[in-house]
């Protein structure tokens, strides 16, 4: 059995306390429930990976410019951000079941939808309105995993990184597979938003809520709070939130024009274009690692170091522009890169506000990591037709991430929530 005891337990919501009878929680019962969310997470990252490598053959069809397909490659952050603060106050009032179920039908319904699209808006639209969807999830999922595994939390975020990367891996070899078995672009979509809705539909039975609105937990019932903040919106989780949007930006910018990269500048096919991309979601695993180390060093040196290896990496991408082989061994240590950032970041903005805040810490994320993302694709696009991809490449993806460093040297961690482990030893 699993066992946790409520911390701040003044301050907990009306939501939470019907959860908190139950001492424990079976452990086939957190298993279950952990594989159900981190299986919908996977989903929801094969629904974002799969437009990127059928973005050329989109833009070809409706005739898309090259700033206009920049936008589309990543516009669907924008929604994610806009769910970002209000899934966080949800989920901090309400069932976060019930968030993460609606949100999963919300993005699996706008993956489907995308295939109606007649123009420009009607796509943005249904892109925006499948990330409104994925950001619900992301704030209810990393606030009802976070609560839950406090002690582990990094490690915890860093599994759900390897359900995402394997979503990532799996999304552009399997999209471009439908795409070109079924000759339309639009096979992958439907068989995406169909995977997403049944996920819902098992999670609704799967899922308990014994789990997932388990409040944050303490090492000691006398456990207090008072050396940190009472705003959620304090010094450290401002500095992070800007690194935070500061990596969206370098994410997103990768991420959403890769395939075009691949195939305008080094001349690759859609296939090869789509191999290389899989590979950001194969080092995307390290999330594991990346998550397993955020428990035990110090997150800020942690994401220093994880931000100049991005800085590094962007190099080798747009300045080398190596061959296939290389490309796929660049795109994995990005992978690498985003498997460390993503989890720690999530996990320390958590960490940042007191116990009984953390659906505000895990909106303020989703915020914060995809609002700016959702501008990435049309910044690097445009920075391309001014300087060409190597500068492009150099601004965005290279230099970018120092300024993340720069705002993570404000970041004290010895005010975050899990000091009180330290100091109760």
Known sequence: MINAAPADAGNIPVRAMAGLRHASVPKRVVVTGFLVMAVSYMINAMDRQVFA????????????????????????????????????????RFSRKTVLVVSIVIYSLGTLATT????????????????????????????????????????????????????????????????????????????????????????????????????????????????????????????????????GVVIYGVLGLYPTFLINQLHYTRADSALALSFVGFGGVAGLLGGWLGDRVDQRNLLIGSYLGISVVGILIYQVQGALGWQCVFAFLMGVGTGFVFPNSSSAMQRAVRPNQVGLGAGLFVTSYYLLAAFSGLLFTALVAAFGWRQAGMWQVTVLPLIAVLALAFVRTAQFNNAVRQRSH
């Open 53 to 92: 490598p059928l973005l050329p053959t989109i833009r070809s069809e409706y005739g898309f410019g090259l700033q206009e397909s920049g936008l589309l490659a990543t516009g669907f952050t924008l929604g994610m951000a806009l769910a970002g603060l209000p899934a966080g106050y949800l989920v901090d």
């Open 116 to 247: 109606l699209a007649s123009d420009w808006v009607d796509m943005s639209a249904y892109r925006i309105f499948s990330g409104f969807g994925e950001g619900m999830q992301s704030a209810a999922l990393f606030a009802a995993v976070g609560a839950f595994f406090n002690h582990r939390r990094g490690l915890a975020f860093g599994a759900l990184g390897v359900a995402f990367g394997v979503g990532n891996f799996l999304g552009p070899l399997v999209g471009v597979h439908l795409a070109t078995t079924y000759d339309t672009w639009r096979a992958p979509f439907v068989v995406f938003g169909s995977f997403g809705l049944v996920a819902a539909l098992i999670a609704v039975f799967a899922v308990s809520r014994r789990m997932t609105e388990r409040v944050v937990e303490a090492t000691v019932s006398t456990a207090t709070f008072d050396y940190m903040p009472a705003s959620p919106y304090n010094r450290n989780s401002i500095a992070l939130a800007i690194s935070t949007a500061i990596g």
